[in-house]
């Protein structure tokens, strides 16, 4: 099962990725929304695949407690950000690309890709299909939510006066 998104940010790519890889201000977010997260340091030969940057999550969904294991397998600014992780066996790949469309004008796409591995796993993803358009609607509205974010923090950050989507000061 698939769901994805784009939307556009008024920031550069440079000043997207940067945003995308501050994982201390990611995981404090995560905090935040109470999520336990807790960060594996990389170590070449260790258990991690490739001592590739890896975090243990844990969170509550439909009353149970849930845990997951996030390894990032791609961070390049020419190739996005790209995170696989496995939660009560479905595999979970999320997969965040930057387009650039002028200077400071930035195409983001998410697109999250849930592949059942255990025959329980198939019966929820299939239960999930049944309402397949709430939850389009629901990744996209929080895909739109973080863009906003991301480009409300460029703009700060760059001291502009002007919105692009607006046409107005302030």
């Not at 239960?127 to 609607?137: E, P, Y």
């Not at 409300?152 to 607006?166: E, K, T």
């Amino acid at each position: 099962m698939r769901f994805s998104s784009r939307q556009d940010i008024a920031a550069s790519p440079d000043e997207i990725f940067a945003m995308l890889t501050e994982f201390d201000a990611i995981e404090k977010g995560a905090r935040r929304r109470r999520i336990a997260v807790r960060r594996i340091a990389p170590e070449p030969g260790g258990n991690k695949p490739d001592g590739r940057p890896a975090w243990d999550v844990g969170f509550r969904l439909h009353g149970g407690e849930r845990r997951a294991r996030l390894v990032l397998t791609e961070c390049d600014l020419d190739r996005g950000v790209c995170l696989r992780g496995e939660v009560e066996g479905i595999e979970t790949v999320l997969r965040l690309d930057l387009i650039p469309l002028s200077r400071h004008l930035t195409r983001i796409a998410v697109a999250a890709d849930l592949s059942p591995r255990t025959i329980p796993a198939r019966l929820l993803v299939q239960s999930l299909r049944l309402v397949r358009g709430k939850l389009d609607r629901s990744f996209a509205r929080k895909v739109e939510e973080y863009a906003a974010l991301m480009e409300q923090r460029a703009l700060d950050s760059r001291g502009a006066r002007f919105h692009w989507r607006s046409g107005a000061a302030g």
